[in-house]
């Protein structure tokens, strides 16, 4: 937790101090529920509001779809965006909630090459950034065998731009002693055309990077609930 997100949760835990916290009945609305994959968003996200305690969880449910648009970017949402909203225990069980899914989604891209399976990396990276309001950018990075070192960000912006330094990446693959990489960046708006800064700072970031003979394999661009991969389009 950044100190950012201290100070955030210490302002909402005073805000929040009177609301109540309900203790849920054993396998609350469970009776009324028979499958799952069929609910509306505010439902769904209502019964684990409800699992966590929620006083109020259709209200609660309604406040964070109003803020944030969508499940996805409820559970993208950073703690001081939640805690906007909702009490301090339930904003860090949403985060838990996150953080769970991305370690499901990153299994299958551990330990192993990257590159193997398009599918567990378009999942994993749909996950990681399709939900969030602003931009970011990250860097896959790998070793020898193509297999996941780190996945860092290396710049978070505004809805429509997320600041790189390509000296920045290169001397991080330095650092993590990667022999590749993989780009990757999202555009909240959904628009699933790389601009033409996009390709531009992948250029510069693939010229620096050769000249000390790491790889960048490919730059991926998240919009919506699509994976555009720059290199199927030719761009690298």
Known sequence: MTAHDGNALAEAQTRFAGAPR???EP???ASRVTRLDGLPEADTLALLLRRSGAADPDALSRALLARFGCVARVLGATLPELLQVAPADIALDLQL???ATRRVLEFPILRRPLLGSFSAVEAYLRH???????????????DRANQLIADELMGDGTVDHAPVYPREVVRRALELNASACCLVHNHPTGNSNPSQADIAVTRQIVEAARALNISVHDHFLVAGDQVVSFRAQGLI
Request: hydrophobic share 55%.
């Open 97 to 99: 909630l996150q953080e």
């Open 22 to 24: 309900v203790t849920p």
């Open 128 to 142: 990681r950034l399709a939900g969030l309001a602003r931009e970011q950018f990250r860097v896959l990075f790998l």
């Open 27 to 29: 396998f609350a609305s």
